[in-house]
């Protein structure tokens, strides 16, 4: 070994006492910043990643290594050096690694130039440094590859252009071996070979921030196979001078052809071995998270997982294909039997294919083609169906994919975090399939039903039939519950004036009465397990199957093995005929059609109206979007489910956007919960937030194109109104926003915390602008560059804003003490109606209504400061910038699902997305100050490795002189 780093240092010593090494340097610095900041357009992408400065390093590695390489061994033939290195003791091998440890050395020092790229991007952006390290280690491995190939084709020629020639064409024909280019050709089953053998495909598998021993081992076979014939073609050269027969040649042919043989069965051998390999990502994004392996853990049936791809696809889905594949078959592995993956063509079997049509809605999709000769359509698949019983969810390539379109050539198609779309199916088939025996299942530690009713003397009539059913229903579920459920039942009258106190003070149960009969009586029941309770409300509707369907969403809170059903709260849609009569109208209505698809993908969600002033017992969690003017039913609705231990998440704020073709106004909104708000500590300030770090906002801009000609464009322009949060003003102890780096929230308003008012509470605050934002009231949202500086706005005395909070506590109801606005309305109603009916019509005009006064300590209220930012209108603006920043809203408002329903493994796995990193916001004057930065931090460490070379070499130089002085 010591003979060979000799022979390395003596070939170092040789670049750089020549300009070659700094000429190879300084090209293979200005090319790839010339790639990383002009051709893949790194600002315009918006992505904080170096995925450019890899992308075309297989190439651009193929010609500077061929340069390299091309004289190592084809100079040392023509000038007749190579005899005279034969007569060296020192091995051929010993000869060969001396050679490639210098090339290679040279290759890690210009890679280590680079560094200022992943530096200016850590610091722009949230860089996940793990695949930038994969991707360096790629780098070296490939190069290394490369270099093999090269010293073995000089071996063999003396001349240098020849060699270089041949060197880059082997090489380019690795890299080709599993480019997207031959899948038109070879179809999805021969590029998946394909890219077992191609040294590019190999290369982005570790790029990405996998490093798999297959991959690595790859390229130590390569390096392996051609140094083993380097050494034989210097042997060879001995022989050529030898006189003597001997039987060396046939030793060695023998020899070489053996390990090269070795060195390709090592890759058939570990093509098994999945399991060694290292996620490099930071958020652990390539492997199966223990969040999926418990959803998995809880299969009662065997699950099959199914992929439909053809055979014959569109080229950028193609190499995504193998990725979904391996994928699928380590949720197989983990499941321990209890999943079954497949994978077909639907094309090959038209019996699956019609079941994917017909049972399933599979249909293919047709995807445009073309190619030097033609354009084409070809109608592919490229779904996962998960089947468990009866049940079935269908991923389709819309859900499993991001793409990112650059220019319009340049389109990124990636997938997008294919593990939560699959776990997201999963859980919903497995929450799906599961039926009341199934509660009881799950539920950790029995539940005690205490029902508190009054005797029947004191109850009105249609009461008393509805006492005898529940009793019924409750006593046949604790017999199906085998001990999970017991069940007490107590007439608060029997216990005097102490258990009436306790009851108001400890759940907020008050006396009931009805219109008819103002007696006053208790008709509460409450489910307990241990600590937590669930109040049961009475049923609209007094019958059987109501008081079944309360006490299973009851049970439901306590079990984790269901499927949870979101109710959304949204302002009233403007009908299509109302549309066409006002298209103004039509187009300032807020519609929330992208949030329930979305939503959708993992509950059950169902549009709530809250005008009778009641939410269904069904539903789990309340979202209340852009409430405006809502009545005291409304508000009444959502107060007692707040006081049932439930979640309520309320965007809002007091302002609100209108819009026309010509226009953009702001203008003053009443939600109606103003002062249900303030009564726990929580209001708004009625001004906006402005903020310097901001998202743009993209305007169309007429151009001049000359002779009286224009052109529209969409300009981005800077846009304060747009408060762009990132994860430094984010709690990162909260599961909430932990996972998110970045949010917009636009036109939003400060939320302000009474901190009296909130000392029982605890109060979480989830987000703020920057310090440097600040509020103000204003008449006109359109920002003026000429007159108000380059924001479009007059800044004023910074002012951070809370935007986002959560308030857990028991709540006392605004209601308390006071009567049941539902009472208030029959009353109403019945002073307008005549006295007569029938007994069926009495008892609907005798509502049973009774108030919750004090809710668990389970109750929650999560506000976000915006009315407009989960909007399809203003999510549609953010998507048209040419950013994926809008799903970032979209997380924001899943976590808080997921948290609130205490669902951690669906947090857990979404935070795993591609394009969630993202820059920064920067001027263009800065953008250019950090690319020119780079340019000059490039110059400047090629200038220190010259320096640190003649510093070097001076000293050798002494060293010969004292030497030959001293002699």
Not at 559 to 582: C, D, I, R, Y
Request: charged share 20%; net charge negative.
């Amino acid at each position: 070994m010591n003979k060979a780093i000799r022979i390395a240092k003596k070939e170092m010593a040789s670049y750089f006492s020549s300009p070659v090494a700094f000429l190879f340097l300084g090209a293979f610095l200005a090319i790839n910043l010339f790639f990383f900041f002009w051709q893949s357009q790194f600002f315009a992408r918006n992505i904080a990643d170096v995925r450019p400065l890899f992308e075309f390093m297989p190439v651009l590695l193929i010609f500077l290594v061929g340069a390299l390489t091309m004289r190592m061994w084809s100079e040392e033939r023509r000038a007749g050096t190579v005899e005279f290195l034969m007569t060296l003791p020192v091995s051929s091998f010993q000869l060969v690694l001396g050679k490639m440890l210098a090339c290679l050395l040279l290759v890690i020092i210009s890679l280590l130039l680079t560094l200022p790229i992943p530096i200016t991007v850590a610091n722009l952006g949230d860089l996940d440094w793990g695949p930038v390290w994969g991707g360096y280690v790629a780098s070296i491995f490939l190069a290394a590859a490369y270099i093999s190939i090269g010293l073995f084709v000089s071996a063999k020629n003396d001349n240098q252009i020849v060699t270089l020639i041949v060197t880059v064409l082997i090489c380019l024909a690795f890299y080709l071996l599993g480019s997207s280019l031959l899948v038109p050709l070879v179809g999805n089953s021969g590029v998946e070979l394909l890219q077992l053998l191609g040294s590019g495909s190999r290369f982005e598998s570790i790029t990405r921030g996998v490093l798999d021993v297959r991959d690595l081992y790859y390229y130590v076979s390569i390096m392996g196979i051609f140094l083993t014939l380097n050494v034989y073609a210097l042997e060879r050269l001995r022989w050529e001078h030898q006189t003597s027969e001997s039987s060396a040649p046939t030793m060695w042919r023998y020899l070489t052809a053996l390990l090269a043989l070795n060195f390709l069965i090592g890759n058939v051998w570990l093509h098994r071995v999945s399991a060694a390999r290292l996620d490099l990502t930071e958020s652990q994004m390539y492997s199966i998270s223990d969040a999926s392996i418990g959803y998995l853990q809880q299969l009662q049936e065997p699950l099959l997982i199914r992929g439909y791809f053809s055979e014959k696809t569109h080229p950028l889905l193609a190499p995504l294909v193998p990725q979904l594949r391996d994928l699928l078959q380590e949720y197989e592995v983990v499941s321990e039997g209890r999943v079954r993956a497949e994978f077909i063509d639907p094309r090959k079997n038209p019996e699956l294919e019609e079941e994917a049509n017909q049972k399933y809605g599979i249909k293919p999709v047709p995807f445009q083609i073309s190619d030097k000769y033609d354009v084409s359509l070809v109608n592919s698949y490229f779904d996962i169906l998960i089947l468990y019983g009866d049940k079935f969810e269908v991923v389709n390539f819309q859900d499993l994919i991001d793409i990112k379109v650059s220019g319009e050539s340049n389109i990124d198609v990636r997938l997008r975090n294919p593990e939560y779309d699959i776990t997201r199916s999963i859980k919903k088939v497995l929450y799906g399939f599961q039926n009341t025996e199934s509660i009881f299942e799950s539920l950790p530690k029995p539940v005690v039903f205490e029902g508190y009713i009054s005797g029947e003397k004191e109850l009105p009539g249609e009461l008393k039939e509805y006492r005898e059913l529940l009793t019924k229903v409750v006593n046949n579920m604790s017999e199906l519950a085998s001990g999970k459920l017991q069940v007490e039942i107590k007439d608060p009258g029997e216990g005097g004036p102490q258990l009436a106190q306790e009851l108001l003070e400890k759940y907020g149960f008050a006396p009931m009465r009805t219109l008819l009969n103002p007696q006053p009586f208790y008709f509460s029941a409450l489910l307990r397990l241990e600590d937590k309770v669930v109040p049961i409300p009475l049923p609209q509707d007094l019958t059987e199957e109501a008081a079944k369907r309360s006490l299973e969403a009851g049970l439901k809170r306590f079990s984790p093995g269901f499927l949870k059903t979101v109710g959304l709260v949204t302002p009233e849609a403007v009908s299509p005929e109302m549309a066409q009569f006002n298209p103004a109208m039509a187009q300032n209505t807020k519609n929330f059609r992208i949030v329930e698809e979305k939503l959708g993908e993992g509950y059950q969600v169902q549009s709530v109206d809250i005008k009778d002033g009641a939410v269904e017992d069904d539903v789990d969690l309340l979202v209340v979007l852009a409430p405006e003017s809502l009545g005291e039913q409304e508000r009444f609705a959502v107060d007692q489910f707040l006081m049932k231990g439930g979640t309520v998440v309320l965007s809002s704020s007091p302002f609100k956007i209108t819009r026309s073709q010509t226009e953009l106004k702001v203008e003053d909104q009443t939600s109606g919960l103003e002062e249900w708000l303030s009564k726990y500590g929580i209001s708004f300030k009625k001004e906006l937030v402005l903020d310097p770090q901001n998202e743009s906002y993209p305007i169309p801009v007429q151009r001049e194109l000359g002779g009286g000609f224009r052109v529209q464009e969409i300009r981005k322009v800077p846009y304060p109104l747009f408060v762009d949060i990132r994860s430094d003003e984010m709690n990162q102890d909260s599961l909430i926003t932990s996972g998110i780096t970045q949010v917009t929230l636009n036109w939003s308003s400060p939320i302000l915390v009474d901190t009296e008012k909130t000392k029982n509470f605890q109060v979480t605050t989830l987000f703020k602008s920057s310090p440097e934002s600040w509020t103000a009231k204003l008449d006109s949202v359109i920002p003026d560059f000429e007159t108000r500086g380059p924001l479009g706005f007059l800044q004023k005395t910074p002012n951070q804003s809370v935007l986002g909070v959560v308030v857990e506590g028991s709540f006392s109801s605004s209601f308390a003490g006071k009567e049941s606005p539902l009472l208030k309305a029959a009353e109403a109603a019945a002073d307008k109606a005549p006295a007569e009916g029938s007994e069926e019509e009495k008892k609907e005009e005798n509502p049973v209504s009774a108030v919750i006064e004090k809710s668990p300590e389970s109750a929650r209220i999560i506000l976000f400061a915006s009315n407009e930012f989960l909007t399809d209108q203003t999510i549609q603006i953010s998507a048209s910038g040419g950013t994926s920043r809008y799903l970032n809203s979209l997380q924001l408002l899943q976590n808080t699902v997921d948290w609130s329903l205490e669902d951690r493994g669906l947090l857990t796995i979404r935070g795993r997305g591609h394009f969630s990193r993202t820059l920064f916001p920067l001027e263009r004057k800065e953008q250019i100050t950090w690319e020119y930065t780079n340019y000059a931090a490039a110059l400047f460490l090629l200038l220190l490795v010259f320096g640190v070379y003649r510093v070097l070499h001076s000293q050798k130089i002494a060293q010969h002189k004292a030497l030959v002085e001293s002699i």
